[in-house]
Every structure is written in C-alpha cells, then in structure tokens.
Nanobody
Framework: QVQLVESGGGLVQSGGSLRLSCVAS????????VAWFRQAPGKEREFVAA????????ILSDSVKGRFTISRDTGKNTVYLQMNRLQPEDTAIYYC??????????????????????WGQGTQVTVSS
C-alpha cells in the first residue's frame, strides 16, 4: 500500500507562510483521494483540505479557505498544502492522509476522517504571535 511522508513544518510568525509536502512512496497517488488534517493539543483532529488525484478536485475547510491552497504535482507524486497568513490558531500537527477510493465530492465526504486508512507521521506547525 501507499506510504506517506510529510515535511515542511516549522516555526513561523503570525502572518507568515509555510508549504507542507506529502510524498507517496511504493506506489503513486493514482486513483486516491488525498487530504490534510490537523490536530492541536487537547483538540479533535480537524479536516483542512482534500484533493482527488486524478481529477484535481479540491475541497477546503471554511476555516482556511482564502488562506490555504491544496495542489498536486503528478511528476513528483506529491501533494502540497500552501499556507499563507498563518495565525496562532493554525498551530497543530498536520497529517497527510490518503484513501484509495477516489471520490472527494462534497465537504462531508472529503472531511470524513474515518474513510482515510493511510496516514503520515505528521509535521509540526507552530505559529507565534
């Protein structure tokens, strides 16, 4: 099965930007839905964004819409999360997740945490004020 490795996290000041990467190994993302979730200390894991690999359809949470962008590079077998105008409330561990079922469809479908059975190890994003 596909294995996921996240990178790009770090410490950034409020208003700054980071770009996270999720690289698939062993096989491609072809036919998958790929998503980003985040989890702050003491909080539930929260949906951020998702993309269907084949069609490129994207879904973003309202909390990040207008600031974050999810994209893919088929040549590098990589999904990116570009995060702009970061705020302290964005501080969390960010996880990449994948589901062999390609459907992204609606927000409710894309944000369903239980559908994703492949997860990366996470990368820490800390935003200071």
């Amino acid at each position: 099965q596909v294995q996921l490795v996240e990178s790009g996290g770090g410490l950034v000041q409020s208003g700054g930007s980071l770009r996270l990467s999720c690289v698939a190994s062993r096989r491609t993302f072809s036919g998958y839905a790929v998503a980003w979730f985040r989890q702050a200390p003491g909080k539930e894991r929260e949906f951020v964004a998702a993309i269907s690999w084949n069609a490129g359809r994207t879904i973003l949470s309202d909390s990040v819409k207008g600031r974050f962008t999810i994209s893919r590079d088929t040549g590098k077998n990589t999904v990116y999360l570009q995060m702009n105008r970061l705020q302290p409330e964005d501080t969390a561990i960010y996880y990449c997740a994948a589901d062999a079922r390609a459907l992204v469809g609606s927000f409710s479908t894309a944000s369903n945490l239980g559908r994703y059975d492949h997860w990366g190890q996470g990368t820490q994003v800390t935003v200071s004020s």
